[in-house]
Protein backbone atom coordinates (compact mmCIF):
# COMPACT_ATOMS: atom_id res chain seq x y z
CA UNK A 1 0.00 0.00 0.00
CA UNK A 2 2.85 2.44 0.82
CA UNK A 3 4.20 1.81 -2.57
CA UNK A 4 1.05 2.41 -4.27
CA UNK A 5 0.21 5.78 -1.90
CA UNK A 6 3.73 6.83 -3.25
CA UNK A 7 3.27 6.17 -6.76
CA UNK A 8 -0.63 8.09 -7.20
CA UNK A 9 1.45 10.85 -4.91
CA UNK A 10 4.29 11.23 -7.43
CA UNK A 11 1.78 11.19 -10.25
CA UNK A 12 -0.43 13.77 -8.66
CA UNK A 13 2.66 16.14 -8.37
CA UNK A 14 4.07 15.24 -12.18
CA UNK A 15 0.78 16.44 -13.46
CA UNK A 16 0.78 19.63 -11.34
CA UNK A 17 4.48 20.02 -12.81
CA UNK A 18 3.35 19.78 -16.18
CA UNK A 19 0.57 22.64 -15.19
CA UNK A 20 2.19 24.63 -13.50
CA UNK A 21 4.82 24.98 -16.14
CA UNK A 22 2.51 25.34 -18.80
CA UNK A 23 0.71 27.93 -17.05
CA UNK A 24 3.75 30.43 -16.21
CA UNK A 25 5.77 29.94 -19.43
CA UNK A 26 2.52 30.27 -22.01
CA UNK A 27 -0.18 32.15 -19.61
CA UNK A 28 -2.53 33.27 -19.09
CA UNK A 29 -4.26 29.53 -20.54
CA UNK A 30 -7.91 28.14 -20.15
CA UNK A 31 -8.53 24.90 -18.51
CA UNK A 32 -9.72 24.14 -22.00
CA UNK A 33 -6.31 25.08 -23.41
CA UNK A 34 -4.59 23.09 -20.86
CA UNK A 35 -5.87 20.07 -21.50
CA UNK A 36 -5.41 20.55 -24.99
CA UNK A 37 -1.74 21.14 -24.82
CA UNK A 38 -0.85 18.17 -21.68
CA UNK A 39 -3.37 15.45 -23.06
CA UNK A 40 -4.76 15.58 -18.88
CA UNK A 41 -8.43 14.83 -19.14
CA UNK A 42 -10.70 18.25 -18.20
CA UNK A 43 -11.31 16.63 -14.77
CA UNK A 44 -7.53 16.44 -13.82
CA UNK A 45 -7.10 19.76 -15.10
CA UNK A 46 -10.05 21.47 -12.91
CA UNK A 47 -9.16 18.85 -9.92
CA UNK A 48 -5.51 20.35 -9.87
CA UNK A 49 -5.97 23.86 -10.79
CA UNK A 50 -8.95 24.19 -8.31
CA UNK A 51 -5.89 23.16 -5.70
CA UNK A 52 -3.51 25.20 -7.14
CA UNK A 53 -6.50 28.24 -6.78
CA UNK A 54 -6.81 27.43 -3.30
CA UNK A 55 -3.09 27.61 -2.26
CA UNK A 56 -2.72 31.02 -4.01
CA UNK A 57 -0.08 29.80 -6.69
CA UNK A 58 -2.52 30.14 -9.66
CA UNK A 59 -5.43 33.07 -10.35
CA UNK A 60 -7.81 34.00 -12.61
CA UNK A 61 -7.12 36.63 -15.11
CA UNK A 62 -10.15 37.47 -17.06
CA UNK A 63 -11.95 35.90 -19.71
CA UNK A 64 -11.78 34.93 -23.12
CA UNK A 65 -14.83 34.35 -25.56
CA UNK A 66 -15.28 31.11 -26.88
CA UNK A 67 -16.79 29.69 -29.98
CA UNK A 68 -20.64 29.57 -29.15
CA UNK A 69 -20.47 28.78 -25.17
CA UNK A 70 -19.67 30.62 -22.28
CA UNK A 71 -16.08 32.78 -22.38
CA UNK A 72 -13.43 30.83 -20.99
CA UNK A 73 -11.47 31.76 -17.18
CA UNK A 74 -7.93 32.33 -18.42
CA UNK A 75 -5.48 31.22 -15.73
CA UNK A 76 -1.75 32.61 -14.43
CA UNK A 77 0.25 31.80 -11.99
CA UNK A 78 -0.30 34.61 -9.15
CA UNK A 79 2.49 37.29 -9.24
CA UNK A 80 2.90 37.67 -5.63
CA UNK A 81 2.40 33.71 -4.27
CA UNK A 82 6.26 33.93 -3.96
CA UNK A 83 9.43 36.16 -5.06
CA UNK A 84 12.60 35.39 -6.34
CA UNK A 85 16.20 36.68 -5.93
CA UNK A 86 19.08 36.42 -8.55
CA UNK A 87 22.50 37.44 -8.64
CA UNK A 88 25.11 37.89 -11.46
CA UNK A 89 28.69 37.81 -10.17
CA UNK A 90 30.25 39.27 -12.72
CA UNK A 91 33.94 40.35 -13.41
CA UNK A 92 33.31 44.19 -12.13
CA UNK A 93 30.87 44.03 -10.14
CA UNK A 94 27.82 41.53 -8.10
CA UNK A 95 24.76 42.50 -9.04
CA UNK A 96 21.72 41.36 -7.18
CA UNK A 97 18.18 41.52 -8.49
CA UNK A 98 14.41 40.75 -6.54
CA UNK A 99 11.33 39.60 -9.03
CA UNK A 100 7.90 38.26 -8.37
CA UNK A 101 6.53 35.42 -10.07
CA UNK A 102 6.01 37.16 -12.95
CA UNK A 103 9.86 38.23 -13.55
CA UNK A 104 8.97 41.55 -13.05
CA UNK A 105 11.83 42.94 -11.73
CA UNK A 106 10.95 45.21 -7.79
CA UNK A 107 14.71 45.35 -6.62
CA UNK A 108 18.13 46.15 -7.16
CA UNK A 109 21.80 46.34 -5.37
CA UNK A 110 25.16 46.25 -6.97
CA UNK A 111 28.60 46.42 -5.83
CA UNK A 112 31.57 46.79 -7.40
CA UNK A 113 34.62 44.54 -7.84
CA UNK A 114 37.54 46.05 -8.22
CA UNK A 115 40.28 43.06 -8.03
CA UNK A 116 40.81 40.95 -10.76
CA UNK A 117 40.70 37.65 -8.48
CA UNK A 118 38.08 38.71 -6.15
CA UNK A 119 38.31 36.99 -2.72
CA UNK A 120 35.47 34.42 -2.76
CA UNK A 121 34.48 35.38 0.94
CA UNK A 122 34.42 38.91 -0.03
CA UNK A 123 32.03 37.92 -2.74
CA UNK A 124 29.75 36.01 -0.46
CA UNK A 125 29.79 39.03 1.68
CA UNK A 126 28.55 41.14 -0.90
CA UNK A 127 25.98 38.05 -2.20
CA UNK A 128 24.40 38.24 1.35
CA UNK A 129 24.52 41.60 1.70
CA UNK A 130 22.14 42.32 -1.53
CA UNK A 131 20.01 39.68 -0.32
CA UNK A 132 19.38 41.20 2.15
CA UNK A 133 19.02 44.73 0.65
CA UNK A 134 16.86 43.68 -2.06
CA UNK A 135 13.88 42.06 0.60
CA UNK A 136 14.32 45.22 2.39
CA UNK A 137 13.87 47.49 -0.84
CA UNK A 138 10.82 45.62 -1.97
CA UNK A 139 9.44 45.36 1.67
CA UNK A 140 8.50 41.55 1.68
CA UNK A 141 8.56 39.06 3.85
CA UNK A 142 11.79 37.16 3.82
CA UNK A 143 9.47 33.93 4.37
CA UNK A 144 7.88 34.86 0.57
CA UNK A 145 11.54 34.64 -1.03
CA UNK A 146 10.88 30.98 -2.77
CA UNK A 147 14.64 30.89 -3.38
CA UNK A 148 18.08 32.75 -4.02
CA UNK A 149 19.67 31.92 -7.82
CA UNK A 150 23.71 33.14 -7.99
CA UNK A 151 25.02 33.10 -11.61
CA UNK A 152 28.63 32.82 -11.54
CA UNK A 153 32.19 32.09 -13.72
CA UNK A 154 33.45 28.97 -14.20
CA UNK A 155 32.30 25.73 -13.61
CA UNK A 156 30.39 24.60 -10.91
CA UNK A 157 30.11 21.38 -9.26
CA UNK A 158 26.68 19.78 -8.79
CA UNK A 159 26.94 18.91 -5.68
CA UNK A 160 25.38 20.01 -2.48
CA UNK A 161 27.91 22.54 -1.72
CA UNK A 162 28.13 23.77 -5.35
CA UNK A 163 31.75 23.87 -5.80
CA UNK A 164 33.14 26.45 -8.27
CA UNK A 165 35.86 26.16 -10.28
CA UNK A 166 36.89 29.69 -12.05
CA UNK A 167 40.00 29.52 -13.52
CA UNK A 168 39.89 33.02 -14.56
CA UNK A 169 38.96 34.64 -11.26
CA UNK A 170 41.90 32.20 -9.47
CA UNK A 171 39.00 29.79 -7.55
CA UNK A 172 39.87 26.71 -7.49
CA UNK A 173 37.72 24.51 -5.43
CA UNK A 174 35.45 27.29 -3.46
CA UNK A 175 32.39 25.63 -1.61
CA UNK A 176 30.06 29.07 -2.92
CA UNK A 177 26.90 26.93 -1.99
CA UNK A 178 27.98 26.13 1.45
CA UNK A 179 29.19 29.99 2.23
CA UNK A 180 26.10 31.24 0.87
CA UNK A 181 23.72 28.86 3.05
CA UNK A 182 26.00 29.63 6.73
CA UNK A 183 24.38 33.24 5.86
CA UNK A 184 20.78 32.34 5.30
CA UNK A 185 18.29 29.78 5.25
CA UNK A 186 16.85 30.38 1.69
CA UNK A 187 17.37 27.95 -0.90
CA UNK A 188 20.67 28.80 -2.69
CA UNK A 189 20.81 27.67 -6.10
CA UNK A 190 24.40 28.20 -8.23
CA UNK A 191 25.53 27.85 -11.50
CA UNK A 192 26.95 29.31 -14.30
CA UNK A 193 26.32 32.67 -15.88
CA UNK A 194 25.89 31.90 -19.60
CA UNK A 195 23.78 28.70 -18.77
CA UNK A 196 21.31 30.79 -16.73
CA UNK A 197 21.34 33.48 -19.62
CA UNK A 198 20.57 30.52 -22.19
CA UNK A 199 17.87 29.49 -19.48
CA UNK A 200 16.55 32.90 -19.65
CA UNK A 201 16.88 33.38 -23.42
CA UNK A 202 15.32 30.07 -23.90
CA UNK A 203 12.06 30.80 -21.87
CA UNK A 204 11.74 34.72 -22.28
CA UNK A 205 13.62 35.86 -25.09
CA UNK A 206 15.23 34.96 -28.58
CA UNK A 207 15.14 30.93 -28.08
CA UNK A 208 11.65 30.66 -27.04
CA UNK A 209 10.16 29.42 -30.57
CA UNK A 210 13.24 26.94 -31.08
CA UNK A 211 14.75 23.95 -29.34
CA UNK A 212 17.71 24.11 -31.03
CA UNK A 213 20.14 26.94 -29.79
CA UNK A 214 23.15 28.30 -28.40
CA UNK A 215 23.13 31.52 -26.28
CA UNK A 216 26.56 33.10 -26.22
CA UNK A 217 27.78 35.26 -23.25
CA UNK A 218 30.31 38.19 -24.23
CA UNK A 219 31.00 40.47 -21.48
CA UNK A 220 34.32 40.60 -19.87
CA UNK A 221 34.95 37.19 -20.19
CA UNK A 222 33.00 34.73 -23.44
CA UNK A 223 30.81 31.67 -22.24
CA UNK A 224 27.93 29.74 -24.14
CA UNK A 225 25.02 28.03 -23.46
CA UNK A 226 24.38 24.62 -25.67
CA UNK A 227 20.59 23.67 -25.42
CA UNK A 228 19.76 20.41 -27.29
CA UNK A 229 16.25 19.75 -27.68
CA UNK A 230 15.21 22.22 -25.30
CA UNK A 231 17.29 20.41 -22.88
CA UNK A 232 20.86 22.28 -21.48
CA UNK A 233 23.92 20.36 -22.11
CA UNK A 234 26.06 20.04 -19.29
CA UNK A 235 29.07 17.53 -20.32
CA UNK A 236 30.35 14.44 -17.88
CA UNK A 237 31.14 17.37 -15.52
CA UNK A 238 29.06 20.49 -15.70
CA UNK A 239 32.14 22.04 -18.05
CA UNK A 240 30.33 22.47 -21.69
CA UNK A 241 29.93 25.63 -23.44
CA UNK A 242 33.54 26.81 -22.66
CA UNK A 243 33.52 28.57 -25.62
CA UNK A 244 35.71 31.42 -24.69
CA UNK A 245 38.51 29.01 -23.94
CA UNK A 246 38.72 27.40 -27.39
CA UNK A 247 41.50 28.15 -29.24
CA UNK A 248 40.81 30.53 -32.49
CA UNK A 249 44.73 31.57 -32.90
CA UNK A 250 47.17 28.87 -32.34
CA UNK A 251 50.00 30.07 -30.15
CA UNK A 252 48.17 33.83 -29.87
CA UNK A 253 47.77 35.69 -26.97
CA UNK A 254 47.67 34.61 -23.37
CA UNK A 255 44.49 34.44 -21.91
CA UNK A 256 43.35 35.40 -18.71
CA UNK A 257 43.24 31.37 -18.07
CA UNK A 258 46.96 31.54 -18.93
CA UNK A 259 46.59 29.90 -22.11
CA UNK A 260 47.57 30.94 -25.52
CA UNK A 261 44.75 31.92 -28.30
CA UNK A 262 41.70 31.44 -26.68
CA UNK A 263 38.59 33.32 -27.79
CA UNK A 264 38.05 35.53 -25.09
CA UNK A 265 41.46 37.16 -25.25
CA UNK A 266 40.35 38.53 -28.86
CA UNK A 267 36.55 39.40 -28.28
CA UNK A 268 36.04 39.61 -24.41
CA UNK A 269 36.08 43.08 -23.29
CA UNK A 270 38.93 43.02 -21.43
CA UNK A 271 40.94 41.52 -24.20
CA UNK A 272 39.62 44.04 -26.53
CA UNK A 273 40.28 46.90 -24.69
CA UNK A 274 43.82 45.52 -23.88
CA UNK A 275 44.52 45.14 -27.85
CA UNK A 276 43.18 48.78 -28.42
CA UNK A 277 46.00 49.95 -26.18
CA UNK A 278 49.09 48.29 -27.51
CA UNK A 279 47.76 49.51 -31.08
CA UNK A 280 47.14 52.83 -29.40
CA UNK A 281 50.98 53.01 -28.52
CA UNK A 282 50.08 52.13 -24.49
CA UNK A 283 46.88 54.79 -24.86
CA UNK A 284 44.28 53.32 -23.02
CA UNK A 285 40.22 53.95 -24.43
CA UNK A 286 39.04 56.24 -22.30
CA UNK A 287 36.77 55.24 -19.35
CA UNK A 288 36.35 54.78 -15.35
CA UNK A 289 35.36 51.46 -15.61
CA UNK A 290 35.55 48.61 -18.26
CA UNK A 291 32.17 49.18 -19.76
CA UNK A 292 32.56 52.64 -19.72
CA UNK A 293 36.39 52.51 -21.79
CA UNK A 294 34.36 49.71 -24.16
CA UNK A 295 31.38 52.04 -25.08
CA UNK A 296 33.95 55.12 -25.71
CA UNK A 297 36.27 52.42 -27.64
CA UNK A 298 32.55 51.87 -29.59
CA UNK A 299 32.40 55.21 -30.29
CA UNK A 300 35.54 56.27 -31.67
CA UNK A 301 36.73 57.49 -34.94
CA UNK A 302 40.34 57.05 -34.99
CA UNK A 303 41.61 54.11 -37.60
CA UNK A 304 43.16 52.26 -34.70
CA UNK A 305 40.08 51.99 -33.03
CA UNK A 306 38.20 51.18 -36.68
CA UNK A 307 40.88 48.47 -37.27
CA UNK A 308 40.83 46.63 -33.57
CA UNK A 309 36.69 46.77 -33.76
CA UNK A 310 37.08 45.27 -36.96
CA UNK A 311 39.34 42.78 -36.54
CA UNK A 312 37.01 41.68 -32.75
CA UNK A 313 33.72 41.03 -35.64
CA UNK A 314 36.08 38.86 -37.91
CA UNK A 315 37.43 36.68 -34.39
CA UNK A 316 34.07 36.73 -33.21
CA UNK A 317 32.02 35.39 -36.60
CA UNK A 318 34.24 33.08 -36.61
CA UNK A 319 33.85 31.69 -33.08
CA UNK A 320 30.31 31.62 -34.27
CA UNK A 321 30.86 29.94 -37.03
CA UNK A 322 32.71 27.32 -34.88
CA UNK A 323 29.24 26.79 -32.58
CA UNK A 324 27.69 26.70 -35.77
CA UNK A 325 29.50 23.68 -37.42
CA UNK A 326 30.21 22.01 -34.25
CA UNK A 327 26.45 22.10 -32.77
CA UNK A 328 24.02 22.28 -35.57
CA UNK A 329 21.79 25.39 -33.88
CA UNK A 330 18.35 26.70 -35.03
CA UNK A 331 19.88 30.02 -33.51
CA UNK A 332 22.89 31.04 -32.34
CA UNK A 333 21.56 34.31 -29.58
CA UNK A 334 24.54 36.82 -28.80
CA UNK A 335 24.17 38.44 -25.44
CA UNK A 336 26.16 39.19 -22.57
CA UNK A 337 27.11 43.53 -22.10
CA UNK A 338 29.43 43.42 -24.34
CA UNK A 339 28.04 41.21 -26.87
CA UNK A 340 24.81 43.76 -26.95
CA UNK A 341 26.85 46.12 -27.69
CA UNK A 342 29.27 44.80 -30.59
CA UNK A 343 26.05 42.98 -31.84
CA UNK A 344 23.84 46.21 -32.23
CA UNK A 345 26.58 48.38 -34.60
CA UNK A 346 27.73 45.54 -36.18
CA UNK A 347 25.24 42.53 -36.19
CA UNK A 348 25.23 42.37 -40.15
CA UNK A 349 28.96 41.99 -40.44
CA UNK A 350 29.21 39.45 -37.59
CA UNK A 351 26.17 37.19 -39.83
CA UNK A 352 28.58 37.94 -43.06
CA UNK A 353 31.64 36.65 -40.99
CA UNK A 354 30.19 33.84 -39.83
CA UNK A 355 28.86 32.96 -43.43
CA UNK A 356 31.88 32.57 -44.87
CA UNK A 357 33.72 30.53 -42.04
CA UNK A 358 30.71 27.94 -41.18
CA UNK A 359 30.08 25.61 -43.54
CA UNK A 360 27.05 26.22 -45.96
CA UNK A 361 24.21 23.70 -45.60
CA UNK A 362 24.11 24.48 -40.93
CA UNK A 363 24.78 27.90 -41.71
CA UNK A 364 21.75 28.26 -44.17
CA UNK A 365 19.43 26.87 -40.75
CA UNK A 366 20.63 28.98 -38.41
CA UNK A 367 19.59 32.67 -37.61
CA UNK A 368 21.98 34.93 -34.84
CA UNK A 369 19.96 37.31 -33.29
CA UNK A 370 20.46 39.43 -30.72
CA UNK A 371 19.47 38.81 -26.77
CA UNK A 372 16.22 40.26 -26.10
CA UNK A 373 16.24 40.76 -22.52
CA UNK A 374 19.26 43.22 -21.96
CA UNK A 375 22.49 43.11 -20.50
CA UNK A 376 20.44 42.15 -16.76
CA UNK A 377 19.08 39.03 -18.34
CA UNK A 378 22.08 36.68 -16.57
CA UNK A 379 20.81 37.85 -13.03
CA UNK A 380 16.94 37.21 -14.20
CA UNK A 381 18.41 33.60 -15.28
CA UNK A 382 19.97 33.28 -12.48
CA UNK A 383 16.68 34.11 -10.40
CA UNK A 384 14.92 30.88 -12.81
CA UNK A 385 16.75 28.92 -11.06
CA UNK A 386 14.31 28.91 -7.92
CA UNK A 387 11.39 28.79 -10.30
CA UNK A 388 12.64 25.83 -11.51
CA UNK A 389 12.55 23.64 -8.60
CA UNK A 390 9.47 25.09 -7.91
CA UNK A 391 7.92 24.04 -11.24
CA UNK A 392 9.54 20.49 -10.93
CA UNK A 393 7.74 20.32 -7.57
CA UNK A 394 4.68 21.04 -8.72
CA UNK A 395 4.16 24.32 -6.49
CA UNK A 396 4.29 21.87 -3.44
CA UNK A 397 4.22 23.90 -0.78
CA UNK A 398 7.74 24.42 1.33
CA UNK A 399 8.49 25.13 4.63
CA UNK A 400 9.25 28.48 4.61
CA UNK A 401 12.26 30.54 5.20
CA UNK A 402 12.62 32.78 8.08
CA UNK A 403 16.76 33.75 8.25
CA UNK A 404 18.39 36.17 5.98
CA UNK A 405 21.52 37.30 7.98
CA UNK A 406 25.09 37.58 7.56
CA UNK A 407 27.02 35.04 8.87
CA UNK A 408 29.53 36.60 11.88
CA UNK A 409 32.89 36.08 9.67
CA UNK A 410 31.41 38.91 7.39
CA UNK A 411 31.35 42.93 6.43
CA UNK A 412 30.93 44.62 3.74
CA UNK A 413 29.89 48.00 2.42
CA UNK A 414 26.87 48.86 1.50
CA UNK A 415 25.45 48.69 -2.11
CA UNK A 416 24.88 51.28 -4.74
CA UNK A 417 21.26 50.28 -4.78
CA UNK A 418 17.58 51.04 -5.92
CA UNK A 419 13.99 50.41 -6.06
CA UNK A 420 12.74 49.70 -9.76
Known sequence: MDARRTTVRDMRRANRSILLTRIWLDGPLSRLELGQSTALSLASVSNLVGEMIAEGLVEEAGLVESDGGRPRVLLRVAPGFGYLVGADVGETRVQVELFDLAMTALAKAEYPIAAAEPDPRQVTDHLLHGLTAVIEQAGIDPAAVLGFGVAVSGTVERAADAVVHAQ??????????????????????????????????????????????????????????????????????SSAGEWGHTTIVYGGRRCRCGNLGCLEAYVGAEGVLDRFRQANRGRPATGGDEETAFGELLRATSRTAAKVLDETVGYLGAGVANLVNLFNPERVVLGGWAGLALGERYLPQIREVTARHALRQPYAQTSIELCRLGPDAVAMGAATLPMARLLRDGGVPREPAVRVTLAPALTARRPRSRTL
Request: aromatic share 6%; hydrophobic share 45%.
Open 168 to 237: TLGWDGVPLGAMLRAGTDIPVHIDNGAKTLGQAEMWFGAGRDVRHAVVALVGSGVGACVMANGVGYRGAH
